[in-house]
C-alpha cells in the first residue's frame, strides 16, 4: 500500500499531520512517499492508494495552488479514474473555483464550481457534526473563509455547526473517491468509522490503530455534542 503526503512543509497546522500518524500505525507495512512543493505530484505517474493534503495558512494555500496549477487536468483525470484523495481544512479551496480576498480574486483549480471568500476580521469557530451515509461525522472548525455557490457533490449533510456557509446544510465535497472537509485537526483520529470506511475504499480491511479507545472517545464526543446542542465556538462577526 502507497500513501502520498502532497506538499506537508505547507500543510500542517491544526494538527492536521495526525492523519498521517494513525494511518502509519494502522498500516505498519505501508509506504509513505512526501511530496514537496517543488516536484510534480507522485500520484499523477504512480499508483497511490491515498493522496492527503491538509491544512494552511493562507500564503502558502496560494503557493499550493500555483504549484498544482499546471497540472490541474491531470488531477482532473486523476479522480475521475477514482484515485482516492483526502483534503482537510482550507486545502478544500485549491480545487473550487477561485477565492476572493478582498477585491482581490485568486483563481484555483476550478474542478468544482463553488468559491470562497476570506474575512480576516471575523474567524468562525465551531463544532460540528454531520451525516455521512450511516456514519456520524464528528469536528472542528476555525477559518476565516466561507464557501458558496451551488454545491452538485456534498460531502456530509450538517446535524449541527456550520456548512460550507452559515446557511448552508452541506458541509464538503465528495465526487468518487474525491473527498474534502473543512473540518481540520486530525479528521481521521476523531472519526474512526469513516476512517475504516476510507480504509475499505483503498481496498484495505485493516483495524485502525488504537480502535477501542478511538471508539469510544468518538462515542462520548457525539454524545457529549449532540446532548449538549452547542456549537459555536467563536462568533462570527
Known amino acids: 500500500m502507497k500513501i502520498e503526503v502532497l506538499f506537508p512543509e505547507l500543510s500542517n497546522i491544526f494538527g492536521d499531520f495526525s492523519n498521517i500518524k494513525l494511518l502509519k500505525e494502522s498500516l505498519k507495512d505501508a ?11 507522485y500520484f499523477l505517474d504512480n ?23 499546471p497540472y490541474k487536468e491531470e488531477i482532473r483525470a486523476a479522480i475521475e479514474n477514482d484515485v482516492v484523495m483526502l483534503a482537510t481544512g482550507n486545502s478544500l479551496e485549491i480545487f473550487i473555483s477561485h477565492i476572493m480576498d ?50 452538485k457533490h456534498p460531502f456530509i449533510n450538517v446535524v449541527g455547526g456550520c456548512g460550507l456557509n452559515l446557511n448552508s446544510k452541506q458541509e464538503g465535497i465528495r465526487y468518487r473517491n474525491f473527498f474534502a472537509t473543512y473540518l481540520l ?20 480491511d485493516n483495524a485502525i490503530a488504537f480502535e477501542k479507545q478511538a471508539i469510544d472517545a468518538y ?8 446532548k449538549k446542542g452547542r456549537f459555536l465556538m467563536g462568533e462570527h462577526g
Open 31 to 41: 509506504e509513505f512517499v512526501y511530496t514537496n512543493n517543488f516536484d510534480r505530484p
Open 47 to 69: 499508483k497511490v492508494d491515498l493522496v492527503y493534503i491538509g491544512s494552511m495558512p493562507e500564503s502558502k494555500q496560494e503557493l499550493a495552488i500555483k504549484r498544482l496549477m
Open 102 to 151: 478582498g477585491e482581490n480574486r485568486i483563481d484555483a483549480l476550478g474542478l468544482y464550481d463553488l468559491y470562497a471568500v476570506r474575512d480576516y476580521v471575523n474567524r468562525h469557530n465551531s463544532h460540528f457534526v454531520g451525516d455521512f451515509e450511516d456514519i456520524k461525522i464528528v469536528g472542528y472548525k476555525s477559518q476565516f473563509t466561507m464557501c458558496y455557490g451551488e454545491n
Open 185 to 204: 485537526g486530525p479528521f481521521l483520529v476523531l472519526n474512526p468509522y469513516f476512517t475504516k470506511y476510507l480504509l475499505r475504499t483503498m481496498g484495505c
Open 219 to 226: 462515542n462520548h464526543r457525539l454524545d457529549e455534542l449532540i
